[in-house]
């Protein structure tokens, strides 16, 4: 079972930044899958998450209208397409797999992989 997040990167506010996250040794596509991320000094915070069923999307006020979560079951990838990028987006993200519970709950989530870092900064 194996999540690989990349695409991370150092960014200036407003720019954009696109992550990626191969998935291997599970049936990619009967999972809902989020990302969330940790800034440092900080608790991990949920970010956004789709469905497996229908492909619904979530996201957290604080990314809404700026980012968007997709996926390619055909490649087993999830994607997150980030845009006006801030400061305050600064943390490492992780691509993870929905267990159950509320989607915008990280509780609701039971594995990671080992994350990108995002740096936004002038």
């Known amino acids: 079972f194996q999540l690989q997040a990349y695409g991370g990167g150092l960014v200036q506010p407003g720019g954009s930044l696109r992550l990626s996250c191969a998935a291997s040794?599970?049936?990619?596509?009967?999972?809902?899958l989020g990302w969330v991320r940790q800034a440092p000094g900080k608790e991990i915070e949920w970010v956004s998450a789709i469905k497996a069923a229908d492909g619904t999307t979530y996201y957290a006020d604080s990314v809404k209208g700026r980012f968007t979560i997709s996926r390619d079951n055909a490649k087993n990838t999830l994607y997150l397409q980030m845009s006006g990028l801030k400061p305050s987006d600064t943390a490492r993200y992780y691509c993870?797999?929905?267990?159950?519970?509320?989607?915008?709950?990280?509780?609701?989530?039971?594995?990671r992989g080992q994350g990108t870092q995002v740096t936004v900064s002038s």
């Open positions: 040794g599970f049936a990619f596509s009967r999972f809902s």
């Open positions: 993870t797999t929905y267990d159950r519970g509320p989607y915008h709950d990280v509780d609701s989530y039971n594995r």
